[in-house]
């Protein structure tokens, strides 16, 4: 036995509850990017500032995953006085990173950093790729990351750029 039942509410009676929950949903989205837009550089350049410290300071003590490519890619200056050196310079752009008065030096010495990171794409395709150019390998993979860390930096300093000119 089927019945049809019939209420006195219209259909469509849950909408004003649904619209309430939208308005809602689309307050709390407006104020999360509001914060973000005020403090999501901030935490771009401390995530940066950790990944050059962090993978910078390893490489003096030996201990990096990076050597194999960096010393194939690196063939102009000797490996055991360049891998150290770069260590620290990779360490002094994640500390510069951290300070505004320095924040524009670490980006150029970043920028400078990030495009010889790029050297072994050309001169070992043979280890950056398993099908040039297109399947990187894992080795590849990690240096064509450095894309992102890269244009990371870059709008690192164009936010610095914009507060300066205020």
Known sequence: MSADVKTDQ????GAPFAVSIQNKLR???????????AHGVTFLRYALAMVFFWF???????????????????????FDIFFP????????????????R??????????FQMLGTMIPLFSAPSMTFSQFPF???AIGAYIIKNWVLLSSGLVVLAKVDLEDDR
């Open 10 to 13: 219209p259909a469509d009676a």
């Open 27 to 37: 307050s709390v989205d407006r104020a999360l990017e509001s914060w973000l837009a």
């Open 56 to 78: 910078g300071i390893v490489k003096p003590f030996g201990v990096s995953p990076a050597n194999p490519v960096v010393e194939t890619g690196i063939f102009f200056l000797p």
């Open 85 to 100: 050196v770069l260590g620290w310079w990779e360490a002094v752009v994640g500390v510069g990173l951290l300070f505004k």
């Open 102 to 111: 320095t924040i524009r030096f670490a980006v150029y010495l970043m920028v």
């Open 135 to 137: 399947i990187p390998t």
